[in-house]
């Protein structure tokens, strides 16, 4: 071989292994398969968030990796809620070829939340008693008017002996 032709080979095997140090590990790694998963919601119109940041309000779909996730359904007026959202692998016996997730339709039922909590109100510092003032009675005056009756009904007849 010419002197000519090992410094070619020389500089084509260094920039070969300047490529793949640069690379690294990174060469060989694959980004995970993008799903689309449907998400759903009772009552409709929740705002969903994915463990990867993703949102959607309901009924609606996003193409997620194909990796566990939860998804968080909220709702102004109802309790919010988590659902935890697994990937089924490929199962060539049953002739599924992708990765499926599970559930999917991602569903959740929201709960009303009930009312806020009451504040009690400020009690106010009842108002200072005054003595009560004696008026003694006039002589030749009419006696006080008996008491009214606490029953609407009539008084039952008196007993006969």
Known sequence: MSVGM?????????????????TGSDFFKTEPQTLTLQFESEPQ?????TSGGQTCRTPCALAVP????????????FKPQTVPV???PPDITMD?????????????ELEAAGPPPRKP????PAPPRR???????????APPPPAAAASPWPAPPAPTR
């Open 86 to 88: 697994k990937v089924v």
């Open 121 to 124: 109100a400020p009690k106010k």
């Open 131 to 141: 003595p009560a003032a004696t008026v003694a009675p006039q002589a030749g005056a």
């Open 45 to 49: 119109g929740a705002e969903v968030k």
């Open 6 to 22: 090992r410094s070619v080979l020389m500089i084509t095997s260094s920039l070969a292994l300047v490529a793949c140090s640069s």
């Open 66 to 77: 194909a990796t566990e996730l939860t998804a968080s359904f909220t709702l102004k007026g």
């Open 96 to 108: 599924v070829k992708e990765p499926r997730f599970m559930p999917s339709p991602v569903y959740a």
